[in-house]
């Protein structure tokens, strides 16, 4: 896959619940395959790199999801301006909560069927991640319910 193919797929899987930047993807598969885990393939169209993986980067990719993952950390923009709100006017306070509501309510409808895409295609670990996702933007939305 190309680092746009690679995107684009990481982005289904993946972008429900982990963020990603195109210039992270580009800058690390170099550095993957000088590390011998991905290898270049021949140059493809407006010179697009294909790329794929060797059995060191599965090895490598194996032994990471052995790993202590450690913890994540919570930051939630909302949440901060909530931690803020005796120095905002309630109109400031009802438009945050009400953008929020809306971004948390088209994320869900969104994820919500991306992750019936995937139990559809037998994804079922994909799905199980999703499901993470789904659970977040139903708590989002309780919590700005509870507060407006």
Do not use: C
């Amino acid at each position: 896959m190309t680092g746009g193919q690679l995107m684009a797929e990481a982005d289904r899987r993946l972008g429900a619940y982990w963020s990603m930047t195109r210039s992270q993807v580009y800058r690390e598969l170099p550095a993957l395959a000088s590390m011998g885990y991905v290898k270049m393939g021949r140059p493809g169209p407006r010179s697009s790199q294909p790329y794929s993986i060797t059995p060191a980067g599965k090895r490598a990719f194996t032994r990471w999801l052995t790993e202590d993952p450690g913890h994540e950390a919570i930051r939630n923009p909302i949440a901060l301006r909530a931690a803020f709100g005796a120095y905002q006017t309630s109109a400031q306070l009802t438009q945050t909560y009400a953008r929020a509501s809306e971004y948390h309510n088209e994320a869900l409808a969104h994820i919500r069927e991306v992750t019936k895409e995937m139990k559809k295609d037998g994804d079922d670990s994909a799905a199980v991640a999703s499901d993470f996702a789904i659970g977040y933007h139903k708590a989002a939305l309780a919590w700005l319910k509870a507060i407006k």
